[in-house]
């Protein structure tokens, strides 16, 4: 027997995107169901979990749901950086138990979430609106109509690939983690590896979770690169290259594998009664690939749109637009000084990253911190690039504002 449910919004994906515009949109007063595929919500991680402070304040997630860190250490083959802050700047999630606040402060705003349904079809209108969706629960079919549907399925982008909108993202990332328990690790920095041995288009990461856990992780740039991030993390872990080997012993206890879009903000994110946030609009900072919270953000702000328009009877793309003026005006910019950047990084030979960190070496820790958040304030850039003691910094910067 098919199950039928009628919503205002349906949400399909239980991650940081599909909970925040959740929440919103319930805390807006409107009717939401929050769909997750898996048995409860972040049971599978696909993510390392970087963000930065002042996001986590912005979002209000709770101090026992993330590990502070201070310092940035990089290492090529034949160099080693650091940049040291007075005060934490960036944190390591613990995943599971944010994405299930973000979920639970939508049940709490009203919500309704359901797991193990995962969705694969779409219903549409007589003008070819989508006007819900159906796939298959614990009971078997299920049906949901709604006024408004948001794909928040992540990289699968299940519906609107099922609307015949988009196809399969052409450049993006694959990553592999092993969270492990290590016997030495300073709890307040970080490392990323760059180089030919650690990723050849990408890098390899040490992120600490505090009480000696960590997650040391490979990422490849595809298509640039046909390595296997799995096998290349072992390769790398049993060599105990670099700064993995004062780790000292290491206890792997989950392993963590994922795939997320690198094809910059090509995608149109509104249609009528449908929008696309986080994965599923390739809202992510290309420089080190990570999208928690610009999903969060945006979820929310979509949330609020969505929720806004249902209220005003009028659910086309017009009326759904806001939230694309929204992101587009917060971020379009900054994304394409980011993709020169990483165009720059994807080319390096590992003679040019020893040179390169040499460069970022001389950078401030806020000025690092906003260059790999990508956060290239127009003033700020025409700062770095007009008045940095460092030539090399000016020239970095001036890539970043356009200039060759
Ligand atoms: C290896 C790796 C490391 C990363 N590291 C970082 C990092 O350090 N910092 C950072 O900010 N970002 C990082 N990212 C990116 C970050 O994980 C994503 O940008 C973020 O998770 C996007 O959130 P989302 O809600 O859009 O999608 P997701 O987190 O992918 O959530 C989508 C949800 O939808 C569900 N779903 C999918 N299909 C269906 C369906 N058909 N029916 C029902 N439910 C469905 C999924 O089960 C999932 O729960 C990393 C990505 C990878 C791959």
Redesign the pocket.
């Known amino acids: 027997m098919s199950e039928e449910y009628h919503y205002d919004l349906v949400v399909?994906?239980?991650?940081?995107?599909?909970?925040s515009a959740a929440f919103t949109a319930a805390k807006n007063g409107i009717k939401v169901a929050l769909?997750?595929?898996?048995n409860s919500?972040?049971?599978?991680v696909?993510?390392?979990?970087?963000?930065w402070i002042q996001s986590i304040k912005e979002f209000g997630i709770p101090v026992d749901c993330f590990n502070p860190i201070k310092n940035f250490s990089f290492c090529s083959p034949n160099n080693e950086i650091s940049i040291k802050g007075a005060i934490p700047k960036a944190a390591?999630?613990d995943v599971r138990k944010t994405?299930r606040w973000l979920a639970n402060e939508a049940k709490k705003a009203g919500a309704d979430i359901f797991v193990k349904?995962?969705?694969?079809d779409v219903i549409k209108n007589d003008e070819d609106d989508i006007v819900g969706v159906s796939?298959v629960g614990p009971n078997g079919k299920i049906t949901f109509h709604s006024k408004v549907v948001i794909d928040?399925?992540?990289?699968?982008s299940?519906v609107c690939k099922a609307m015949g909108f988009v196809t399969q993202w052409e450049r993006f990332?694959?990553?592999?983690?092993y969270e492990v328990k290590v016997e030495n690790i300073d709890s307040e920095t970080w490392w990323l590896m760059v180089g030919q041995q650690y990723s050849p288009a990408g890098y390899a990461w040490i992120?600490p979770l505090g009480n000696n856990m960590a997650r040391i992780?490979v990422?490849v740039g595809k298509p640039e690169s046909n390595v296997d991030?799995t096998q290349r993390l072992k390769e790398i872990m049993d060599a105990k290259l670099g700064p993995i080997k004062k780790l000292g012993k290491i206890t792997p206890i989950e392993f963590?594998?994922?795939?997320?879009p690198n094809d910059g903000l090509s995608r149109k994110t509104v249609f009528n009664n449908l929008i696309l946030?986080?994965?599923?609009?390739g809202?992510?900072?290309p420089l080190?690939?990570?999208?928690?919270?610009?999903?969060i953000r945006f979820?929310r702000v979509a949330g609020k749109v969505v929720s806004d328009a249902v209220k005003s009877g009028k659910t086309d793309e017009s009326a759904l637009y806001p939230y694309e003026a929204n992101w587009k005006k917060e971020i379009e910019s900054k994304i394409k000084s980011a993709g020169k950047v990483q165009d720059r990084w994807i080319s390096l030979s590992d003679e040019e990253w020893d040179k390169e960190l040499d460069i970022i070496k001389e950078l401030t820790s806020e000025e690092f911190i906003d260059f790999i958040k990508a956060d290239f304030g127009l003033s700020n850039m025409i700062k770095l690039a007009a008045h940095h003691p460092k030539l090399a910094v000016r020239q970095l910067f001036n890539l970043v504002k356009g200039k060759k």
Do not use: C, M
Not at 152 to 156: D, L, Q, V
Not at 277 to 281: E, I, K, L
């Open positions: 399909v994906g239980g991650g940081p995107a599909g909970s769909l997750e595929k898996e919500i972040a049971e599978t696909r993510t390392s979990g970087v963000t390591v999630l994405y349904i995962n969705i694969n796939g928040a399925s992540g990289f699968s299940t990332g694959a990553g592999a983690e992120f992780g990422g991030p963590h594998y994922g795939l997320i946030v986080g994965d599923s609009a809202q992510a900072n080190v690939l990570e999208g928690i919270r610009y999903a979820g």
